[in-house]
């Protein structure tokens, strides 16, 4: 089973402008992950925020983190053709030493 | 080190035969996770391995799915008597693993299985 569920499923945006989305979870965390994967490829990494931090920046990226909600956001702004993806959230729990993935938001950015 | 690498990339095979998957993961790596990804879904968690030892499987993983990791270096998932419903993509991932959570997982580029 998904621990997480991103909004919304699908978001088209044009390029230049930014792109928000949500990630819904069920159970405490530790750690709450987003990745992005583009068609077809595996998952790349993109940012790692702690059960304790409630924002991260890391380049065009700004996550958020509200544990009382158990939501968290992802945003990227001034959006480029090349960030049309899927992005996912996963988190995992203490001591859980694996990662639970929602079933992703699917990016288009059209130029 | 030029990453996860999986292989074969692309797999078809006819229903009831056995399908091998092979994980080589970044050296250093002591955690390896087998993830399986169907089209429109997130990756699902099957198995993890912390070096040698397999450490917690997934109930997705039925008795026809083994994973091993021999010397804890690459890592085999196979699939015996295959069915149309394991037709999926499956990913591998590795990590340096750290304290109190799964920590940066580095995945592959997926091995797709098409079941005929």
């Known amino acids: 089973s998904q621990q997480g569920e991103e909004d919304p499923q699908a978001l088209s945006i044009q390029e230049g402008e930014n792109a928000t989305m949500n990630c819904s979870y069920k159970t405490s965390i530790n750690n709450l992950q987003w990745y992005r994967q583009n068609s077809g490829r595996g998952l790349v990494h993109l940012i790692l925020?702690?059960?304790?931090?409630r924002e991260k920046h890391s380049g065009r990226l700004r996550v958020t983190l509200d544990t009382s909600k158990k939501s968290s956001s992802l945003l990227i702004t001034a959006s480029r053709a090349a960030d049309t993806a899927s992005y996912f959230c996963a988190t995992d729990g203490s001591n859980d030493y694996k990662l639970s993935f929602g079933a992703g938001t699917t990016v288009t950015v059209r130029a | 080190d030029t990453g996860v690498s999986q292989d074969p990339r692309h797999k078809i095979t006819k229903r009831g035969q056995n399908v091998t998957f092979r994980c080589d993961p970044i050296?250093?790596?002591?955690?390896l996770y087998w993830y399986r990804q169907t089209l429109g879904q997130g990756p699902e968690f099957l198995t993890y391995f912390q070096n040698e030892a397999q450490l917690e499987k997934s109930r997705l993983l039925s008795d026809r799915f083994s994973a091993e990791r021999p010397k804890g270096s690459f890592s085999t998932l196979e699939i015996q008597r295959t069915e149309q419903g394991d037709s999926a993509m499956y990913l591998c991932?590795?990590?340096?693993?750290?304290?109190?959570?799964?920590?940066?997982?580095?995945f592959g580029e997926g091995s797709r299985l098409t079941v005929l």
């Open positions: 925020i702690r059960s304790n931090e």
């Open positions: 991932a590795s990590s340096l693993g750290s304290i109190g959570g799964a920590g940066e997982l580095f």
């Open positions: 050296s250093e790596h002591n955690r």
